[in-house]
């Protein structure tokens, strides 16, 4: 149902943009999120957004760097990426909640980004 693209290797201080294009699913009334995976560590949570109200997080690490949209008409969310940092390298996951009486989640593949210094 989700699939990433736009990862790859990038100097630091560069940018990238994640997308995430959905099938199956109109993004409307749901929660929408990046993760990541690093090497040996457990994947965290990136940034999201509540189609409900906009609201949007971001992880400290990331926050002032790191920006989340969608595009509900082309059934894309995407993360723009900018002054990126050797720690930003890790595999990116999207991920969509379909609330419910039972709750769907749904993950992307993972597409990898590699910041070099």
Not at 35 to 47: I, M, N, T, Y
Not at 66 to 79: E, G, P, Q, V
Request: proline share 3%.
């Amino acid at each position: 149902h989700l699939v990433e693209s736009g990862g790859g290797l990038v100097h630091a201080g560069g940018s990238l943009r994640l997308s995430c294009a959905a099938s199956g699913l109109s993004f409307e009334h749901y929660y929408m999120g990046w993760f990541r995976q690093a090497p040996g560590k457990e994947r965290e949570e990136v940034s999201c957004i509540d189609s409900n109200y906009g609201r949007t997080y971001y992880a400290d690490s990331v926050k002032g760097r790191f920006t989340i949209s969608r595009d509900s008409a082309k059934h894309t969310m995407y993360l723009q990426m900018s002054r990126l940092k050797p720690e930003d390298t890790a595999i990116y996951y999207c991920n969509v909640v379909v609330p419910g009486p039972v709750e769907s989640i749904y993950w992307g593949q993972g597409t990898q980004v590699t910041v070099s210094a």
